[in-house]
């Protein structure tokens, strides 16, 4: 497990998001941290090989996956009220093999916020800084009918210990 520095600030994390649902069998369990500092969002993460794409390779699916994931959260520590903002577009840049089982950190940010909508990006980057992928995307506020059909999952979302 990676070292956690003590000014990041773990975001909640929800029950059955595939990427961050604690109780999501098959999801990835990935933790979210702010570094304000920064002002990132930042993921310490290991790829395991059952989401590879060519042995020892990441698939570009599961990284697209994660710098939605991560882009988009780089919006909770900048807006306040709802933290279901949802993707409209997403542009990825593979720019080398992403390995699996090796020790990576994923990033997010806010370039422009606007009312109801925000550009955000991301990248994933190997130990030694270098990035595997870079993404950017735009990212809407729900229609306020939608965010009523989802209040109940707010109640699940929770700091893990």
């Known amino acids: 497990m990676t070292e956690i520095p003590e000014h990041w600030q773990p975001q909640p994390t929800s029950r059955m998001c595939f990427v961050c649902g604690r109780e999501n069998a098959v999801g990835l369990h990935l933790r979210f941290y702010e570094d304000h500092k920064a002002?990132?969002?930042v993921v310490p993460?290991?790829?395991?090989?059952?989401?590879?794409?060519?042995p020892g390779i990441a698939h570009g699916g599961i990284l697209a996956t994660i710098l939605d994931e991560t882009s988009g959260r780089a919006l909770m520590m900048a807006a306040e009220g709802t933290p279901f903002w949802v993707t409209a577009k997403l542009e990825l840049r593979y720019r080398k093999p992403t390995?699996?089982?090796?020790?990576?950190?994923?990033v997010g940010w806010v370039v422009q916020r606007r009312r109801r909508s925000a550009e955000?990006?991301?990248e994933i980057r190997l130990p030694d800084g270098t990035v595997t992928v870079e993404a950017s995307a735009v990212v809407v506020c729900p229609k306020p009918e939608t965010l009523q059909e989802w209040e109940q999952?707010?109640?699940?979302?929770?700091?893990?210990?």
């Open 120 to 122: 955000v990006a991301g």
């Open 99 to 106: 390995p699996t089982e090796t020790p990576l950190t994923a």
């Open 153 to 161: 999952e707010q109640g699940f979302w929770r700091v893990e210990d």
């Open 45 to 54: 993460l290991t790829i395991p090989e059952v989401y590879q794409g060519y």
């Open 39 to 41: 002002g990132q969002i």
